[in-house]
């Protein structure tokens, strides 16, 4: 145990030890279960009640010792302050580190980029995309040294492995520019986590992270990929973020029945509708919410300026709400041309939408014609003819719909804001950060990281018919994507530029379900998970953990929770209570080491290291015969570590 300076707790005079260089955070006595937030010495004091230790940002090993009675418990910056994914998650770094030993070499895995599917037979997603994905480790993590044969050309279509090469020389060469050096390739164990985390939203089974580790496939990561993007949960994940972008979690919409647009996006992701024409149906979306879930977008946002600062932001990538009331600050947009815009919803007609309605669960219905009054405008509203962001004004015919016009506009090629966006958005949320931060604030003064990637980028998503999957297949094979969130020394600081894949908190969503395919499905009386999976919404278990955990407007990298989410997952009765892995490890058969290797399968998705099975299973053999309730510990232990709660 690290050095430790002695402190008393105020609720029942236990000594309570500290480590020495802790600085700032809470610690709870195991005596009298008070958790003191605190400062270096016990100076100040504030009490929360608890009933088990913690010790969030931690090893599995760490928290084990403090279930064993170590003395103290540490929850390092979480109260009253943000704390960056990076200070949380020093352990995962260090269990990446002794998962392979120093200086020993990684086996490259498959062909390197210059070699060729044997044979002439039909090329496949996964044939196709394989050079890409297959890059031989090394030390250096330098991954281009030449320009790739082919780079992106005005209307030729480059496929997903060429893009993808020419990804990682835009990368390399403003690494090399700022003499920064790129971060190794991640392991196996941390690929297969973090893709199946980004596509589907949930870890993998451990009979598939087992199948995955033990493939000797050269091409099996690009398979891999494409399994995930053919996986049913990959529509439910892209539902799940997409339903909170186009509708905000706001008091006016609390009555309002998202389940419809959670269909309609699901159905419509794993269709893979090219992204122009998914844009098209929710900005011209008319009829009955039970019948077409996209009349949501408007149900949601049912004011002329509120569905106007969505379409901006979400398929234009600019802010354009902040040339409301006044011209733009930091842009040429002008008042006059934010109306301008908003005028394309004035015909819009919203029925059975109001909140008696809502109450009454009558089916809202949107529909676009000249009879009767539009959405309520504003009174600040400014009257003016509908006309195109920093373009012309259309001629309309005022007996036709005004949005299928705006619809075409908007999703043209030629339209400079709609491929950026999409691109823009999707490489945020792979990498956790845009190449232009804010994802949505896209303007001259707010300069992207990589000019020619961001173009190249959104060039090819257009050319090939705005294919959603293609542009996420891209990515996925690159090598920037699957680099090692492991700093080396020269780029620990580097948070720009993409030398090394940045350690993202899990969304609620993806911490719910990865949670669920560990413990199994609960029945509501118990707080868990929801019955069969079938009940998204409402008033459901899911949706109530969600809205605990969910932070409005937080950076992926942020850890951004508090106390409040760190004691609900130590003490729900879903964590706490019976599971479907505890019970298939109780039925004895297995050595506790063979056990606790299923367990990090199902966990960490990676085979414990020698002091990890060493640890753990003197664990189990401490407690004689209750071996049910050391493997508890294990698995509690595992599932409060930053390892098995953040996607790294």
């Not at 760490?62 to 009253?80: E, F």
Request: hydrophobic share 35%; glycine share 8%; with cysteine.
């Amino acid at each position: 145990m690290a050095h430790v300076v002695q402190g008393t707790c105020p609720g029942c005079q236990t000594v309570l030890r500290i480590p020495a260089d802790w600085t700032n955070g809470a610690v709870r006595c195991l005596n009298c279960n008070l958790i003191v937030k605190s400062t270096r010495k016990l100076g100040k004091k504030q009490q929360v009640h608890s009933w088990r230790p913690v010790l969030i940002g931690a090893s599995v090993l760490g928290i084990l010792a403090v279930v064993a009675g170590a003395g103290y418990a540490v929850l390092p910056q979480i109260a009253g302050s943000k704390a960056t994914a990076k200070n949380q998650t020093q352990t995962v770094i260090a269990a990446k580190a002794e998962a392979v030993p120093s200086g020993e070499q990684r086996p490259a895995e498959g062909r390197t980029a210059e070699s060729k599917p044997a044979g002439n037979k039909k090329k496949t997603k996964s044939t196709e995309t394989a050079a890409a994905a297959a890059v031989p480790s090394n030390a250096g993590g330098r991954i281009a040294t030449t320009p790739p044969s082919q780079a992106p050309k005005a209307g030729a279509k480059l496929d997903a492995s060429a893009l993808a090469r020419w990804i990682d020389w835009q990368i390399q060469q403003r690494l090399d520019s700022e003499k920064i050096p790129a971060s190794g390739r991640a392991d196996d164990a941390e690929f297969l986590r973090r893709v199946y985390l980004d596509i589907t939203g949930t870890i993998p089974p451990a009979d598939k992270a087992l199948a995955f580790l033990d493939s000797n496939d050269p091409n099996k990561r690009a398979k891999l990929v494409d399994e995930l993007l053919d996986n049913p949960r990959y529509g439910r994940h892209m539902a799940d973020i997409w339903q909170l972008l186009l509708v905000e979690k706001t008091s006016d919409n609390r009555r309002l029945q998202t389940q419809p647009l959670y269909n309609w996006l699901e159905e419509t992701y794993n269709k893979n509708l090219a992204w122009d024409k998914m844009t098209s149906e929710l900005i011209t979306a008319t009829g009955a919410q039970d019948t077409n879930g996209a009349v949501t977008f408007f149900v949601g946002n049912p004011t002329p300026d509120k569905i106007t600062d969505r379409v901006a932001r979400l398929f234009l990538g600019v802010q354009l709400q902040c040339a409301q009331c006044h011209n733009h600050p930091f842009t040429g947009w002008k008042q006059t041309e934010y109306w301008g815009m908003a005028a394309f919803f004035n015909k819009v007609k919203l029925g059975g939408a109001d909140k008696k309605a809502m109450k009454n669960n009558t089916t809202p219905v949107v529909s676009e014609d000249n009879k009767g009054k539009g959405l309520k405008r504003p009174e600040s509203a400014k009257v003016v003819p509908p006309k195109f962001l920093q373009d012309e004004q259309p001629k309309l015919n005022n007996n036709e719909p005004y949005r299928p016009v705006l619809a075409k506009w908007l999703t043209s090629n030629k339209n400079p804001y709609f491929a950026k966006a999409m691109v823009n958005r999707l490489w945020a949320q792979y990498f956790g950060r845009g190449i232009v931060n804010p994802i949505d604030d896209m303007h001259e003064g707010n300069k992207p990281s990589h000019p020619e990637l961001l173009q190249g980028l959104a060039d090819q998503f257009a050319a090939n018919n705005f294919d959603v999957k293609y542009l996420i297949r891209t990515i996925c094979l690159s090598e920037t994507y699957q680099r090692t969130s492991k700093p080396n020394t020269a780029n620990i600081e580097d948070a720009t530029l993409f030398s090394h894949m940045a350690i993202k908190v899990m969304l609620p969503e993806q911490l719910y379900d990865s949670l669920e395919a560990v413990l199994g499905k609960a029945d509501r009386g118990r707080g868990g998970p929801r019955p069969g999976g079938a009940n998204r919404g409402g008033g459901s278990p899911r949706e109530a953990f969600l809205n605990f955990f969910r932070v409005e407007e937080s950076d992926p990298t942020e850890y951004a929770s508090g106390i409040p989410q760190a004691l609900r997952l130590m003490n729900s009765q879903q964590m706490n209570g019976n599971s479907s892995l505890l019970n298939e490890l109780n039925k004895g058969g297995n050595t506790p080491a063979q056990n606790v290797e299923k367990m990090y399968l199902a966990t960490l998705s990676r085979r414990p290291n020698a002091r990890e099975v060493q640890r753990l299973t003197e664990h189990v053999t401490q407690n004689g015969n209750d071996a049910r309730k050391a493997y508890g510990d294990i698995l509690w232990a595992i599932l409060n570590s930053s390892e098995f709660t953040l996607n790294h």
